[in-house]
């Protein structure tokens, strides 16, 4: 059973970088999962903001690409988010998570780490 | 990118009513559709992939039905631990876009 755990600063300045790792346990980062960032501002919807493959491929939300890079590390089994240039509408629960990619589930995330909220002020 | 758009944004029900929310999508995604559920201060809960496959250990009460743009997640018999909000979300095409959320409230 996979098992997801967000780390990082839970206050990041405005232009600053917010930084997040996302450990996980209980399966090896390499097996063909995708690594999942997902966002919700308080009070709001959910917003995909991008994944990563072991083998490195990623995806980006166009609204954030020119900010955002998420990384692998398979010698720690865990991945991690950068945001950079951050403003007070980067405020959010942040969540990482895993989504399958087979031929019945298709494509479904389906583990979620508990979430940790970043708050961008001065 | 492919927008999803959910009705009713929210609603009000009793326990034992069937409650049906809509998503659509704004170009065909064949069945690459799930449906989340998230209650207040969790992380979201896969309950639906593929548009109508029940994740293991999610009750029988859920089922989704649709394919193409018009999708549908329906309670059969709405229950006290139900009451929540659900987000469809479209796996066909990144950005994997989520619709704005439906709150069930009694």
């Known amino acids: 059973q996979v098992q997801l755990q967000e780390s990082g600063p839970g206050l990041v300045k405005p232009s600053g970088t917010l930084s997040l790792t996302c450990a996980v346990s209980?399966?090896?980062?390499?097996?063909?999962?995708?690594w999942t960032w997902v966002r919700q501002p308080p009070g709001k919807g959910l917003e995909w903001i991008g994944e990563?493959?072991?083998?490195?491929?990623?995806n980006y939300n166009p609204s954030l690409k020119s900010r955002v890079a998420i990384l692998i590390d398979k010698s720690k089994n865990h991945f991690s988010l950068k945001l950079s240039s951050v403003t007070a509408a980067d405020t959010a629960i942040y969540y990482c998570a895993t989504t399958s990619v087979d031929e019945m589930v298709l494509r479904a995330t389906d583990s979620w780490g508990q979430g940790t909220l970043v708050t961008v002020s001065s | 990118d492919i927008q999803m758009t959910q009705s009713p944004s929210s609603l009000s029900a009793s326990v034992g009513d069937r409650v049906t929310i809509t998503c659509r999508a704004s170009q065909d995604i064949s069945d690459y559709l799930n449906w989340y559920q998230q209650k207040p201060g969790k992380a979201p809960k896969l309950l639906i992939f593929a548009g109508s496959s029940l994740q293991t250990g999610v009750t029988s009460r859920f089922s989704g039905s649709g394919s193409g743009t018009d999708f549908t997640l329906t309670i059969s018999s709405l229950q006290p631990e139900d009451f929540a909000s659900y987000y469809c979300?479209?796996?066909?095409?990144?950005?994997?876009?989520f619709g704005q959320g439906t709150k069930v409230e009694i």
């Open positions: 979300q479209q796996s066909y095409s990144p950005p994997y876009t």
């Open positions: 990563i493959h072991h083998r490195g491929s990623t």
């Open positions: 209980g399966v090896s980062i390499s097996i063909s999962n995708w």
